[in-house]
């Protein structure tokens, strides 16, 4: 019988070094061309939002994936939530559907292990302060997974509304006991800090090239269509720039289709996928002084990672 899992016995199941490991595992089999991840499918349902399908399949880690996500941006007049999500999990050896999850901290998880996975390979090793733009959903997961593969002291939070920003800090404040302030601009947090985690949908940057100092390390998380754009594009044209999937960035990246488009840069500019970087087929960080952008539209592969894990977790009960 299928089993079905809720978001909180998700959590409960996924615990943070398994987590690193395994989507670790999924982006390097991913660059080595060893997983089977058909491009994510956007259905425009008029009127109303999008159905995204993100399947993959992933032998190495045991699972064929398949997870549906929506965003209905009207749900907000409804009371429901804009973006929704399940994931199918089925045995590639059989061909047994085995278990159905809902997805949104699984989402949160995987995304944030993308972010702190950047971090380890490509960020200073004595970053201490860590800064994020955008506090919807995504920021508390990022926070939480990311200020632990750092040295964090502190954390700086904005956000275009002044209270999501107060919340995010005054609730992680309280569960860590970081020192968490918040930042009613972004230049000021930018300047300030060591690595920035841009979260936001915004479709215009909200990091400019002269706030960033030397040796910053960026995740930008939040833009996954051509139309939208969290980073200065002379920032990329200037940085080592990492991406998740080559493949899905040229369809969905628009901080770097638009910064290709208006011929700031070219493809080949791009470094490479942090995949080959953990797979040791290029370095990661190589001076103090050096820019860094990793650039994620959020995979499949990342998806199958945390499939793989909650199918052992509920195998062995
Ligand atoms: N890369 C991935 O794998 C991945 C995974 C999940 C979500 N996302 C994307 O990340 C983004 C954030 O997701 P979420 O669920 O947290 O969304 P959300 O709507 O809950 O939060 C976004 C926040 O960004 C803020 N914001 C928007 N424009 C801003 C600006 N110019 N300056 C400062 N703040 C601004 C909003 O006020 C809001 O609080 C979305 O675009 C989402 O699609 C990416």
Redesign the pocket.
Known sequence: MVKILSESEVEALVSVEELFDKVAEAFKTLSLGELLMPPRERIRVEGFGDILLMPCLAQSLGVFSLKVVS?YPRNIELGLP??NAAVLVVNPENGVPELVAEAKAL??L??AA?TALSVRYLARRDASRLGI???????GWQLKITSRVMKTEQILV????RE?AERLADEFRARTGIDVRVCLN?QELVEACDVIIT????K?P?VWKDWVRPGTHISA????TPE?AEIDPRVLASAKLVV?SLKAAREEAGDIIQAVNAGLIRWDNVYGEIGEIIAGRKPGRLREDEVTVFK????AA?DAAVASILLSKTRSR
Not at 158 to 161: E, G, K, M, P, Q
Not at 199 to 202: E, I, L, Q, R
């Open positions: 965003v804009t973006t989402t949160g995987r995304t993308a733009i955008g506090c919807g959903y995504q920021a904005h956000d275009l509304y999501r972004a979260a936001t949908t915004s215009t909200v998380i939040g833009a996954y939208m998740d994620t539209v959020g995979t990342q």
